[in-house]
T-cell receptor, first 114, second 117 residues
Framework: DAKTTQPPSMDCAEGRAANLPCNHSTISGNEYVYWYRQIHSQGPQYIIH???NNETNEMASLIITEDRKSSTLILPHATLRDTAVYYCIDKANAGGTSYGKLTFGQGTILTVHP | DTAVSQTPKYLVTQMGNDKSIKCEQNLGHDTMYWYKQDSKKFLKIMFS???????INETVPNRFSPKSPDKAHLNLHINSLELGDSAVYFCASSQIFPGTSGPDTQYFGPGTRLTVL
């Protein structure tokens, strides 16, 4: 079962920042926080991941709290194409026993409207 | 260039039939996966192969038999199809370096929608 908790749905106006929260209060020290999204009828798409520090790439920013019990994915300027289900996943390192297994929860349905 | 490809995209078949879904990745990754997404949209891992060796088998019925002829391919064969097998099946790949620990990013294919009538 997924160990993360996300709101089931969120709305965002086009051009505004979308801030998607995630609680992972049972995260272990060697687990990363991953974010994926699934646009309708497509395969999941990797967005970003982090361990302790905040991270930024061309798609998004990831803010992880100091105690690592929660994080926020930020899409700085949401577009209509960002409408998707966003999944927050905490996953052990690849060398561990989970060996790459991603455990998806229900995710957050983000709707970007004009 | 498609990184992870699956064929067919759609598969409609009768109960009791045997069918296969093929997956290929051109990313040079050493690990491949099969995930199942049911009608309620839950995504769940089924299998994982590393260098053609089965690593993860998530209590999937033995009617499902993955086969990895080489690192770039992971096919899924399903015997005696049942109504409950109707779902979207996703293949994914990643690079895992044995003996190390670190993040691995998985890249997913477009999915195969299987409908069992």
């Amino acid at each position: 079962d997924a160990k993360t908790t996300q709101p089931p749905s969120m709305d965002c106006a086009e051009g505004r920042a979308a801030n998607l929260p995630c609680n992972h209060s049972t995260i272990s020290g060697n687990e990363y926080v991953y974010w994926y999204r699934q646009i309708h009828s497509q395969g999941p798409q990797y967005i970003i991941h982090g361990l302790k520090n905040n991270e930024t790439n061309e798609m998004a920013s990831l803010i992880i709290t100091e105690d690592r019990k929660s994080s926020t994915l930020i899409l700085p300027h949401a577009t209509l194409r960002d409408t998707a289900v966003y999944y927050c996943i905490d996953k052990a390192n690849a060398g561990g026993t989970s060996y790459g297994k991603l455990t998806f929860g229900q995710g957050t349905i983000l709707t970007v409207h004009p | 260039d498609t990184a992870v490809s699956q064929t067919p995209k759609y598969l409609v078949t009768q109960m009791g039939n045997d069918k296969s879904i093929k997956c290929e990745q051109n990313l040079g990754h050493d690990t491949m996966y099969w995930y199942k997404q049911d009608s309620k949209k839950f995504l769940k891992i089924m299998f994982s192969y590393n260098n053609k060796e089965l690593i993860i088998n998530e209590t999937v019925p033995n009617r499902f038999s993955p086969k990895s002829p080489d690192k770039a391919h992971l096919n899924l064969h399903i015997n005696s199809l049942e109504l409950g097998d109707s779902a979207v099946y996703f293949c994914a790949s990643s690079q895992i370096f044995p003996g190390t620990s670190g993040p691995d990013t998985q890249y997913f294919g477009p999915g195969t929608r299987l409908t069992v009538l």
